[in-house]
């Protein structure tokens, strides 16, 4: 239990400062803006309490808020993404979720798995986010370019995350 919560609070520092050293400073036009924090949230174990998993993706989201001087739309974001992941894991479930131990990895659920549950949850957050950001209707279309661009750039940035820190299964 010890590793999970220093390979957890690891994880959790280290993307706050890759998110606000390096990819706060990559934008594109405003089109492309990736927000790989949300790996935080992706990658908390199944067994995850509800309250616990609301708490940290509201902390993870109030430092980003704090960091980027935004008032609060990341604590939003990432609270509504966390509420959500259960929902998805349901709607994606396969056999070997429940079994101890296993997360949700490309390791562990295989890489369509992953993929269609980071994208599904990076949608929600970057949709959330950005249209909350914006608070109008009136450019819905440019927006949703936005969201879709970001989705895309923040799950190649996850698949990546994930292929650098894929651990060989143990037998």
């Known amino acids: 239990m010890n590793r999970i919560l220093i390979s957890n609070a690891g994880r959790f520092f280290g993307l706050v400062l890759i998110q606000v050293l390096i990819l706060d400073n990559i934008n594109f036009g405003g ?11 992706l990658r908390l174990p199944f067994e995850t309490r509800r309250w616990l998993l609301l708490f940290l993706a509201f902390a993870i989201g109030l430092t980003m808020d704090a960091f980027t001087g935004s008032s609060g ?11 959500t992941r259960p929902f998805v894991i349901r709607i994606l479930s396969s056999r070997r979720e ?6 949700p990895s490309i390791r562990d659920l295989g890489f369509r798995w992953f993929l269609s549950y980071s994208a599904f949850l990076i949608f929600v ?18 927006t949703f370019r936005r969201v879709l661009l970001s989705v895309l750039f923040t799950l190649l940035l996850v698949a990546i995350s994930e292929f650098l820190f894929l651990k060989p299964k143990k037998n």
């Not at 089109?31 to 949230?41: D, E, H």
């Not at 739309?73 to 509420?83: N, R």
């Open 31 to 41: 089109f492309l803006v990736p927000y790989l924090y949300v790996y935080f949230i």
């Open 73 to 83: 739309i990341h604590a939003a974001a990432s609270v509504l993404m966390a509420f």
């Open 98 to 103: 429940y079994e101890p131990g296993i997360f």
């Open 125 to 142: 957050h970057h949709c959330f986010l950005f249209y909350i950001e914006v608070f109008r209707l009136s450019g819905f279309f440019i």
